[in-house]
């Protein structure tokens, strides 16, 4: 395994950024300039550390990197975007600040911009050690896992696609139960998840074992903490009809069946 030394190049990166974007977000008082480094960061992580650990030429090390910074990109064009299309603070981000109060202000530099400076690192840590891994032959599960990760970024490239399509043309309130979302209420979250755990099996062969830490970490954050449940609870708010389409529409993972509608007795 590679010197531990190597990794504090991306950790640096990721903590100075986001630092420095805290004081933008308190000259816009908007917190959600965040979101700008949420993707980029990771591939920004991932060239310094392979830039660093020597530009390893492998075939798994040029797959992760190249997979690592496709997603990195994409996402940060569709935050950056959205983020200067809204017209006002993300509703994630207003509910912590009504909920800190007047001390919002300073303590969203440890509860936001820390915070997710923290969980970037500890997400890419596993990739990153199976890209400067020493080589190996490339197995089954490469390919297993290269086609994985392709099928999660074409997933929440299209959800993403489909929801801004739907937001240009809908009603602020319309509530989107069409196209992936007909199958699943966060087929972009779905998609994330595919995303990272194909990359663990790519890194897998060669990575410590602390590496399968990522995906894990990153499926609770969707699944159970900051992703689908505050999601979930914001359009419970905002859209009508959502309780009952939540009811009926899986969560991640479509159902093989449709479920039985329940007749009224004649």
């Given amino acids: 395994m590679a010197d531990f030394s190597i990794y504090l190049h991306a950790l640096a990166l990721s903590g100075a950024v986001f630092l420095a974007l805290w004081p933008v977000s308190l000259a816009l008082r908007d917190v959600g300039v965040v979101d700008a480094w949420w993707g980029p960061g990771f591939g920004a992580a991932a060239i310094a550390v392979w830039w660093v650990a020597g530009g390893p030429d492998n075939a798994r090390a040029l797959l992760l990197l190249a997979l690592i910074l496709i997603w990195s990109l994409r996402l940060g064009v569709v935050m950056i975007r959205r983020w200067f299309c809204h017209k006002e603070e993300d509703r994630r981000y207003r509910m912590i600040r009504r909920a800190w109060g007047a001390s919002f202000w300073w303590k969203s530099l440890f ?91 790519i890194a897998a062969p060669v990575a410590p074992w602390w590496a399968v830490l990522s995906p894990i970490l990153l499926t609770v954050l969707l699944a159970k903490v900051s992703g689908a449940p505050i999601l979930a609870e914001t359009l419970g708010k905002s859209r009508s009809g959502f309780a009952g389409y939540a009811e009926r529409t899986p969560a991640f993972i479509p159902r093989l069946f449709s479920r039985k509608v329940k007749r009224p007795a004649s």
């Avoid at 990760?149 to 309130?173: C, H, I, M, Y």
Wanted: charged share 10%.
């Fill in 111 to 201: 509860i936001v911009f820390i915070l997710q400076g923290v969980l970037q690192c500890l997400v890419v840590l596993g990739p990153l050690s199976g890209m400067i891994a020493a080589p190996a032959s490339p197995g089954l599960l490469v390919v297993v896992g290269g086609l994985i990760a392709l099928s999660g970024l074409t997933l929440e490239t299209v959800a993403d696609a489909q929801l801004d399509t739907f937001k240009r043309n809908a009603p602020d309130e319309a509530l989107m139960t069409t196209g992936l979302r007909s199958f699943v209420r966060h087929p972009n979250y779905s998609g994330e998840i595919l995303f990272w755990w194909g990359i663990w099996l």
